[in-house]
């Protein structure tokens, strides 16, 4: 639940369409159990042992990289695996531990963005970062920042911004135009994707908006 739950949401749906396709079929039956992942519902910690705790095989999930990387000590410690379809922070890389993803990690496709907005000619950009969910965002926006310099362009404006922090999209809007950038990097959810580029399209019909993963 939560202003970022888009991400769980769809994780939910296709991971309960996935259970009833294979208790469709003849052998094996499945069983689907949910977990609230919010703050409000307990730390990531008392998430990860209500589910071992359960006897559950695995869990489909997290689907933030700042879950994850609170999750993982604890999943290793109960010896839980998790598999995200989503959380792809290069700080999840590259460990001997229990969590899985069957997504590329960010940097690549920060770097991908960079290149694709230097081969257009946009060689100024503003960057909108939510950092709640700070160690995918961070370096997500640093790897864009150095790829995209690395070619001559050069970043004007980075805004942070926290989503559950009542963010006024009209004032962020105008500070990521501000230098009238050619092009604005959204690194956050499709939730606020959708309500900046309303902003930003409002205020500059021409300028491009690219978008992270994370809202794509």
Same mark, same amino acid.
């Not at 919010?38 to 071992?52: I, S």
């Not at 994850?68 to 998790?82: F, G, T, Y």
């Not at 970062?129 to 004007?156: H, I, L, P």
């Given at each position: 639940?939560?202003?970022?739950?888009?991400?769980?949401?769809?994780?939910?749906?296709?991971?309960?369409?996935?259970?009833?396709?294979?208790?469709?079929?003849?052998?094996?039956?499945?069983?689907?159990?949910?977990?609230?992942?919010?703050?409000?519902?307990?730390?990531?910690?008392?998430?990860?042992?209500?589910?071992?705790?359960?006897?559950?095989?695995?869990?489909?999930?997290?689907?933030?990289?700042?879950?994850?990387?609170?999750?993982?000590?604890?999943?290793?410690?109960?010896?839980?695996?998790?598999?995200?379809?989503?959380?792809?922070?290069?700080?999840?890389?590259?460990?001997?531990?229990?969590?899985? $993803?069957?997504?590329?990690?960010?940097?690549?496709?920060?770097?991908?963005?960079?290149?694709?907005?230097?081969? $257009?000619?946009?060689?100024?950009?503003?960057?909108?970062?939510?950092?709640?969910?700070?160690?995918?965002?961070?370096?997500?926006?640093?790897?864009?920042?150095?790829?995209?310099?690395?070619?001559?362009?050069?970043?004007?404006?980075?805004?942070?911004?926290?989503?559950?922090?009542?963010?006024?999209?009209?004032?962020?809007?105008?500070?990521?135009?501000?230098?009238?950038?050619?092009?604005?990097?959204?690194?956050?959810?499709?939730?606020?994707?959708?309500?900046?580029?309303?902003?930003? $399209? $409002?205020?500059?019909?021409?300028?491009?908006?690219?978008?992270?993963?994370?809202?794509?």
């Amino acid at each position: 639940s939560g202003r970022v739950s888009d991400l769980a949401i769809d994780g939910r749906n296709g991971t309960q369409l996935a259970i009833e396709t294979l208790n469709a079929q003849s052998g094996p039956r499945y069983e689907l159990h949910l977990h609230e992942d919010t703050a409000e519902a307990g730390t990531p910690a008392a998430v990860v042992g209500a589910m071992a705790d359960e006897g559950d095989a695995f869990a489909i999930g997290p689907m933030t990289s700042v879950l994850a990387k609170a999750m993982v000590p604890e999943a290793d410690k109960r010896q839980l695996v998790l598999i995200s379809p989503t959380a792809n922070s290069d700080e999840l890389s590259g460990m001997d531990d229990w969590f899985f $993803r069957v997504i590329p990690p960010a940097g690549p496709g920060a770097m991908q963005i960079a290149d694709a907005a230097v081969g $257009r000619g946009l060689l100024t950009a503003s960057v909108m970062a939510e950092w709640r969910n700070r160690s995918y965002s961070e370096r997500f926006a640093e790897t864009f920042g150095g790829r995209f310099r690395s070619q001559g362009g050069t970043v004007t404006n980075v805004v942070h911004y926290e989503s559950d922090g009542h963010p006024d999209y009209a004032k962020i809007a105008g500070e990521l135009l501000a230098s009238h950038p050619r092009v604005v990097l959204l690194v956050c959810g499709a939730v606020d994707a959708s309500l900046v580029a309303q902003q930003l $399209r $409002r205020l500059d019909p021409d300028v491009q908006i690219a978008m992270a993963s994370w809202a794509a």
